[in-house]
């Protein structure tokens, strides 16, 4: 199988980075005690049972701002503050124990000061605890529960809350699934510049997802978040740029877009831009960069990227041709179920190419691709049943096949289903039937079903007989080169049948077939030529020369 395919992208939620990370301290120390003598008051007072003071100390000694940094006075101190309730003392010392700064990391602990924090709505507190639950960091995994903290963080403004508080909505985790409510909480975290809320929001535009489809939204979200370096929106920036959805075509900024999330690492954006150079769309066409990034992509598991990095060492397109190689890429991408990896994987099986044949191994790797609606792969294996190669040989497993492949509008499969109505085999003989599906491969163009359309409306069979419409079929198959179909219409202009009686054309349709040394076609024409005058004979010569262009 030859060509690259389509650029794919992404279109879920990102997958990584679903939580937001821990906030950080948000109480700063107050500069003003930094310097000895006012130390020396809070010192004074946080010994008196100042809690206010006793969490500045905290505050203090965990920055290390004018004292020697010490983990375990800061501790001292906010668990002194922590104790009688002060709220971001608390939460500081979930922090300390939740990163394990100058202490053993314990999650319980940490969430037992983030609890006491969050019931006194520090918001920062209440997305940490959430955060705990969702991932079950220091007590049992609840989604009921992170869905709560998440809520009443996000109603206090948190940005990350209210972008985690989305996904859940998004995936129905402890709560009912809404995407109208995931929008809601995405468009308020995007409206505080949260990077991947933006992006959320560009795929719930994209995709119709709690609102109608927006491809300018998308776009527009999808590029304040690119900016920001999301890799997820420059990727799928870099696809509506490719489309022309939502903004002007423009594969320069594709490739702009998709080179930034590459560089990232992003593998589905090293695919798309190894396709940029690969077809010269953005960038100078360039094989050698295309299998670069292949490479960068086929390495991080892109199946799409194995499968094309397997042909670009089949074709010798980039890089020296290899066919052991490239059969070590389709199978690493036929391995994680891509259906082009596991056709030209087949391919190689079934023809011996940089592996050993064993039609045993086609026939098993056509089937994969076969059942995820592959055409070819349906039809090759349609012909391993006819044929009886690495299967045992069954006209009704062909038949199976054709036919899934003929109604996805495969002209092959449809001539091939024509065919084995027509003989009854692998299925019930039916004429209407084989009518039919000839019919259909032959408004594709298919010369061969054109010609056996043609033979039964000529018999009748399956049809009412007519001779008009044979004659029709049997002149498209011969415009296209059928040998038969040219012979047969030379014999009906010369008969008359179905056409207009016409000597001089009979006759430039059997001397075209006579050149290509059908005897009985040179016979024919000899035979009327007893009934055309030299200047007729030499004029459809001539016109025998154009009904093919014609």
Same mark, same amino acid.
């Given at each position: 199988?030859?060509?690259?395919?389509?650029?794919?992208?992404?279109? *879920?939620?990102?997958?990584?980075?679903?939580?937001?990370?821990?906030?950080?301290?948000?109480?700063?120390?107050?500069?003003?005690?930094?310097?000895?003598?006012?130390?020396?008051?809070?010192?004074?007072?946080?010994?008196?049972?100042? @809690?206010?003071?006793?969490?500045?100390?905290?505050?203090?000694?965990?920055?290390?701002?004018?004292?020697?940094?010490?983990?375990?006075?800061?501790?001292?101190?906010?668990?002194?503050?922590?104790?009688?309730?002060?709220?971001?003392?608390?939460?500081?010392?979930?922090?300390?124990?939740?990163?394990?700064?100058?202490?053993?990391?314990? $999650?319980? +602990?940490?969430?037992?000061?983030?609890?006491? @924090?969050?019931?006194?709505?520090?918001?920062?507190?209440?997305?940490?605890?959430?955060?705990?639950?969702?991932?079950?960091?220091?007590?049992?995994?609840?989604?009921?529960? @992170?869905?709560?903290?998440?809520?009443?963080?996000?109603?206090?403004?948190?940005?990350?809350?209210?972008?985690?508080?989305?996904?859940?909505?998004?995936?129905?985790?402890?709560?009912?699934?809404?995407?109208?409510?995931?929008?809601?909480?995405?468009?308020?975290?995007?409206?505080?510049?949260?990077?991947?809320?933006?992006?959320?929001?560009?795929?719930?535009?994209?995709?119709?997802?709690?609102?109608? #489809?927006?491809?300018?939204?998308?776009?527009?979200?999808?590029?304040?978040?690119?900016?920001?370096?999301?890799?997820? *929106?420059?990727?799928?920036?870099?696809?509506?740029?490719?489309?022309?959805?939502?903004?002007?075509?423009?594969?320069?900024?594709?490739?702009?877009?998709?080179?930034?999330?590459?560089?990232?690492?992003?593998?589905?954006? #090293?695919?798309?831009?190894?396709?940029? $150079?690969?077809?010269?769309?953005?960038?100078?066409?360039?094989?050698?960069?295309?299998?670069?990034?292949?490479?960068?992509?086929?390495?991080?598991?892109?199946?799409?990227?194995?499968?094309?990095?397997?042909?670009?060492?089949?074709?010798?397109?980039?890089?020296?041709?290899?066919?052991?190689?490239?059969?070590?890429?389709?199978?690493?991408?036929?391995?994680?179920?891509?259906?082009?990896?596991?056709?030209?994987?087949?391919?190689?099986?079934?023809?011996?190419?940089?592996?050993?044949?064993?039609?045993?191994?086609?026939?098993?790797?056509?089937?994969?691709?076969? #059942?995820?609606?592959?055409?070819?792969?349906?039809?090759?294996?349609?012909?391993?049943?006819?044929?009886?190669?690495?299967?045992?040989?069954?006209?009704?497993?062909?038949?199976?096949?054709?036919?899934?492949?003929?109604?996805?509008?495969?002209?092959?499969?449809?001539?091939?289903?024509?065919?084995?109505?027509?003989?009854?085999?692998?299925?019930?003989?039916?004429?209407?039937?084989?009518?039919?599906?000839?019919?259909?491969?032959?408004?594709?163009?298919?010369?061969?079903?054109?010609?056996?359309?043609?033979?039964?409306?000529?018999?009748?069979?399956?049809?009412?007989?007519?001779?008009?419409?044979?004659?029709?079929?049997?002149?498209? *198959? *011969?415009?296209?080169?059928?040998?038969?179909?040219?012979?047969?219409?030379?014999?009906?202009?010369?008969?008359?049948?179905?056409?207009?009686?016409?000597?001089?054309?009979?006759?430039?349709?059997?001397?075209?077939?006579?050149?290509?040394?059908?005897?009985?076609?040179? +016979?024919?024409?000899?035979?009327?030529?007893?009934?055309?005058?030299?200047?007729?004979? +030499?004029?459809?010569?001539?016109?025998?020369?154009?009904?093919?262009?014609?």
């Amino acid at each position: 199988m030859g060509g690259l395919f389509l650029i794919t992208f992404l279109l *879920a939620m990102c997958s990584s980075d679903v939580l937001a990370a821990p906030a950080e301290e948000h109480v700063k120390p107050d500069q003003n005690y930094y310097d000895a003598a006012k130390l020396a008051i809070s010192r004074r007072l946080a010994e008196q049972g100042d @809690a206010d003071a006793q969490f500045r100390l905290g505050e203090i000694y965990s920055g290390g701002n004018g004292i020697t940094q010490n983990y375990t006075e800061a501790i001292k101190w906010y668990r002194l503050a922590a104790r009688q309730g002060h709220a971001e003392a608390q939460f500081n010392l979930g922090l300390i124990f939740h990163q394990g700064r100058g202490v053993a990391q314990d $999650y319980a +602990e940490a969430r037992k000061w983030f609890l006491l @924090a969050a019931q006194q709505e520090v918001p920062e507190a209440q997305f940490n605890l959430g955060i705990m639950y969702d991932t079950g960091q220091g007590t049992t995994q609840s989604d009921i529960e @992170a869905f709560k903290w998440y809520r009443r963080a996000a109603e206090h403004g948190n940005a990350k809350a209210q972008l985690n508080l989305g996904l859940m909505y998004v995936r129905g985790r402890g709560v009912l699934q809404s995407y109208t409510e995931a929008l809601k909480w995405f468009e308020l975290a995007a409206a505080k510049e949260e990077s991947q809320a933006q992006y959320n929001l560009g795929v719930m535009y994209e995709n119709a997802q709690g609102t109608k #489809q927006d491809y300018a939204q998308a776009f527009k979200w999808y590029q304040l978040s690119a900016q920001q370096g999301d890799v997820n *929106a420059q990727r799928s920036l870099g696809k509506l740029y490719c489309y022309g959805k939502g903004t002007v075509q423009d594969y320069v900024q594709s490739a702009k877009w998709n080179r930034l999330a590459a560089l990232q690492g992003d593998a589905d954006a #090293q695919y798309n831009l190894a396709v940029n $150079y690969s077809k010269g769309e953005g960038v100078e066409k360039d094989d050698a960069e295309a299998i670069k990034w292949y490479h960068l992509a086929a390495q991080q598991g892109n199946s799409s990227a194995q499968n094309n990095l397997g042909e670009c060492y089949q074709e010798g397109r980039g890089v020296a041709k290899n066919t052991v190689e490239s059969v070590k890429w389709y199978k690493a991408s036929a391995k994680q179920g891509e259906k082009f990896g596991q056709y030209n994987l087949a391919l190689a099986y079934h023809q011996g190419m940089g592996i050993a044949e064993d039609h045993a191994e086609a026939a098993k790797w056509y089937r994969l691709a076969a #059942q995820q609606n592959f055409s070819p792969a349906q039809i090759n294996l349609a012909l391993m049943y006819v044929n009886g190669e690495g299967v045992k040989q069954s006209y009704t497993e062909a038949f199976n096949w054709f036919r899934k492949a003929a109604e996805n509008g495969e002209a092959d499969a449809q001539f091939s289903l024509g065919v084995m109505y027509s003989s009854g085999r692998g299925t019930k003989q039916s004429y209407a039937e084989a009518v039919k599906w000839y019919r259909l491969a032959a408004r594709q163009g298919y010369a061969e079903a054109q010609f056996n359309l043609g033979y039964l409306y000529q018999k009748g069979l399956g049809v009412a007989k007519n001779s008009a419409r044979a004659f029709a079929w049997n002149r498209r *198959a *011969a415009r296209r080169g059928h040998a038969e179909a040219q012979y047969n219409v030379a014999i009906m202009y010369g008969q008359g049948y179905g056409v207009a009686q016409d000597y001089e054309l009979a006759y430039s349709w059997s001397y075209l077939v006579s050149q290509a040394g059908n005897k009985d076609a040179a +016979e024919y024409c000899d035979e009327l030529a007893e009934k055309l005058t030299p200047q007729q004979i +030499e004029r459809a010569k001539g016109t025998s020369r154009t009904l093919l262009a014609n």
